[in-house]
């Protein structure tokens, strides 16, 4: 768990993991900012950037006008919860109430304001010791005689943690705001979830993602074809619709059944194939993020207060140190997501065959169970390459 640097003030906080693609080019101080890749023109901060929140959005906006000191957003991944958070913190720290395109609001948005903190887990789950430095973060002094802000991405992997993090939530000092997030609240976390005040976030269609890249600009086979193979995550979706690729790799998982002949030398040449279509998946990821760095840059030097000497280039050191780090998070997280569709596509193509006749159903069911089996240990970390040789080698057995 890395929060932000210990400078006393002026500090670079990288900014939240971003559900949208970063704005092309800076504006101009004062002016009404665009937010690339969401439906229509907003101010930053403004939650009306959310697509098909409304419910999450009313409560927000219902809860700014009496703040208390705990939030606990739930929902599923690609729900918005991340940027619901960051446009919350704009409200809350915004002298005019958020919403309203300020200089406070844009660099919360731009993850350069200095009582923003960001707490992420390093590993797969929080540990006693990430949860006391959550403690040491939001016992922090102000640095603009506000709220200080601490979004907790991911607390459903709190895990052990919890009971250390407990009497922090409950209790916190001065007017430390906590932003938790989680994607559901599992038994261990419902004392705490008691201590906030939920808001809930919802899982999106298929429609309403083709919809909101459609308003975006998105040819509509394009848009239909990235919401289908997002599974209901927008900002999936939204990479997706910018890589022409995505039918290729598709139809390359789905060609995995046809392919297999029996022999090993095969099974390492299709691997081969599909980690290099995977890796070339990142591309559009990878566009976004060198963009994130300048937009980074030019909001650091526009709106944060001046910062002389030594203590600048620490500044500058703390916030390029945070964004490699978030960058490094969402490339974990897109190969993941990537693999995994993959993974559904060869699920599909067995479910094809048995329904084609050309495989028996009992070994098509057999083979969708060992690819979906495969699929759920990614989330600890298997090593993909023999993983994947392995799962294609009993995959062959069945089609044999």
């Known amino acids: 768990m890395r929060p932000i640097s210990a400078e006393a003030a002026g500090k670079v ?20 900012k665009a937010v690339a890749g969401q439906l229509g023109t907003f101010q930053p901060g403004s939650l009306d950037v959310l697509v098909g929140q409304a419910a999450a959005v009313r409560a927000l906006r219902a809860a700014i006008r009496r703040p208390v000191h705990a939030y606990l957003f739930v929902g599923p991944p690609g729900s918005g919860k991340r940027l619901a958070a960051q446009c919350f913190a704009a409200m809350l720290l915004c002298p005019g109430g958020g919403e309203d395109g300020c200089a406070t609001c844009r660099r919360v948005m731009a993850g350069a304001h200095p009582d923003v903190f960001v707490l992420e887990r390093e590993g797969a789950a929080m540990t006693i010791d990430q949860a006391r430095e959550v403690t ?8 603009e005689g506000g709220p200080c ?4 991405p991911e607390l459903h992997l709190a895990r052990d943690a919890v009971p250390a993090l407990l009497k922090t939530v409950e209790e916190p000092a001065g007017q430390t705001v906590f932003l938790a997030l989680a994607d559901f609240v599992p038994p261990e976390l419902v004392t705490v979830a008691s201590r906030c005040q939920l808001v809930t976030f919802r ?8 919809d909101a890249l459609r308003a975006e600009g998105v040819g509509v086979e394009v848009a239909e074809a990235a919401a289908r193979a997002a599974g209901g995550r927008l900002d999936r979706a939204r990479l997706l619709a910018r890589d022409p690729s995505v039918a290729q790799r598709w139809e390359a998982w789905q060609s995995v059944p046809g392919r297999l002949d029996g022999s090993g030398a095969t099974v390492a040449v299709l691997v081969d194939e599909l980690l290099g279509l995977l890796k070339a998946s990142a591309a559009p990821l990878l566009a976004r993020q060198a963009a994130e760095l300048e937009e980074l840059a030019e909001a650091s030097a526009r709106d944060m207060p001046k910062v002389p000497g030594r203590m600048a280039q620490a500044v500058a050191k703390a916030g390029a140190r945070e964004l490699d780090e978030r960058h490094k998070r969402e490339q974990r997280r897109q190969r993941t997501d990537e693999l995994r569709a993959g993974l559904a596509a060869l ?3 067995y479910r094809d065959r048995a329904g084609s006749g050309s495989m028996a159903p009992e070994h098509a069911a057999r083979a969708v169970a060992l690819v979906d089996g495969f ?16 799962l294609l080698l009993r995959l062959e057995h069945l089609s044999g």
């Open 13 to 32: 906080v990288a900014p939240f993991d971003a559900a949208v693609p970063a704005p092309a080019a800076a504006d101009q101080p004062g002016a009404v």
């Open 136 to 143: 040491r973060t939001a016992a922090r002094t102000s640095v």
């Open 149 to 152: 802000v601490v979004v907790l």
């Open 203 to 210: 899982s999106l269609g298929d429609a309403e993602v083709a």
């Open 347 to 349: 699920a599909a193509a």
């Open 375 to 390: 699929s759920a240990d990614l989330a600890y970390n298997p090593g993909e390459q023999l993983a994947l040789q392995a």
